[in-house]
């Protein structure tokens, strides 16, 4: 059979290529063709690539760690005898795709082998057919299953807070409490995932000092920005918590911030946080507000609207543009890092437990058991969203780091389960479902009956928001089988490009 060898591209798992064999008569060896689904860099001093390809309608794969700064194989022309790198490549199972990878070789080149990959790390001397050094860092990109996961779970609970919200809340003590849950927290990482989304567009072009492509990020985020602040407005009537809006003006204050140091962005984010309980010291909070019906009286006023949108809106700027902010730091750190990834895991969780707790503490101690009192505090040093007071500001940075550290590992050490990967999938069509939501989540109830609309028990809003979620999960699953984008991500990138 000759040498076997291996080219890879990178791919998802819903758009792996098929597996090919490619034989070169003159050489003798056998290029099998991947598709690098997952990229790791360890802290051995290895690249771990995680290879798939599709071979009769089934998955086949294995893990392939590569060390990091093999030499050039060929010189002016000529193999490099010296370039041979003992133990530089190791082959590690990564079970049932692995075990289909040896049947389907045992078929192509009529080989009798075992039906299985040994569990064993395989290692083998590294030699490279390139004629410059390797350079994993900058040659293989690959998507981070669990940041697509933690999008697909931030989306299914804003779905179940706001059907909640929309539809009715009252109803069983431990539902509300399950659905309560999500409050605040769902939509803070949704809007941390996308800093830390800018920050992996704009990565590669701020550490090459790339200014041409650095201008065609600032082009496509300035367009983006545009795209969700019009969408986000054209259904405000019928949905007036709408997050979109926005979300395009946290983006445009990122791009004033786009080449700053890290520290700087961190200061920033903390500045915003503590600038607004002196906001509050300065304005009323409840100007404009109906609690009673969450109706914004005058905010198709210029005053109302610029009021709404920067100091008591649902999610005002100040100071929620310090989610997208922290995220944009966290985007710049190595997540492909294990190390740095179980870390930010353990100090966010601690982080938000701690928080919790002395929130907790406090409101009981200084209430003395007055509910009215409890009620009041809960508005200053509770960790409820309006007002976003300091207390949920870090709390929400915390719980949203938690998510997605937790996401990002559980991402990887399974990454092959059905489960996440279908959460990948719906991940990845975040913005569909979260206007599907309201257009035809919400819609479809108000044209079924419109008179029951928030008055529907918590049991109903909770139940009909899980099935809406599978729904867009088995949507997800279907739709980008052969698709790359969703339905509204195809015309945001229609329009950005």
Known sequence: ????????????????IELTAKQD???????????ITE????????????CKAKYENQIVGLKINIVEGIPAGIVNEEIDNTSFVSKGVEIHSIGKDSDNLIKVISKLYGQRISPQLTSEKLTFTAFPLNKEKANLEKTVKGRIIGID?????????MIIVNFKVVLGENGLSWVKSFASAFDGKAAATFVVLAGVGIALMTNSALKNKDSQKLKTARIRIVKRALFLFIVGLSYIVIWPADILHFYGIYMLVILLLLKSNEKTILISAIALILFYPLLIGFWNYETGWNFDTLDYLDFWTVNGFFRNLFFNGFHPVIPWTAFMLFGFWFGKQDLK???FI??????????????????????????EGNKQTASELSEIIGTNPMPPLPIYMFNGIAISVLIIS??????KRFSTNKILLALNKTGQLAL???????IIGMGLIEVINPGKVGNYPIEFSVAYALIFSILCVLFATYWLKSRENGPVEWIMKKIIR
Not at 1 to 16: A, C, E, R, T
Not at 25 to 35: H, I, R, T
């Open 406 to 411: 937790a996401c990002i590992i559980i991402g």
């Open 342 to 367: 179980k870390k930010a895991f353990l100090i966010s969780s601690i982080t938000f437990v701690v928080i919790q707790i002395l929130s907790h503490v406090s409101i009981s101690f200084l209430s």
């Open 1 to 16: 059979m000759g040498i076997l060898s291996s080219v890879f591209v990178f791919g998802q798992n819903n758009n792996l």
């Open 25 to 35: 008569a003159e050489e003798g060896w056998q290029d099998l063709v991947f598709s």
């Open 39 to 50: 990229k790791e860099k360890l802290d051995n001093g290895f690249w771990s690539l995680t």
């Open 432 to 438: 569909t479902f979260y206007v599907a939501h309201v």
């Open 337 to 339: 890092s294990d190390r």
């Open 149 to 157: 996961i933690t999008r697909a779970l931030a989306v299914i609970g």
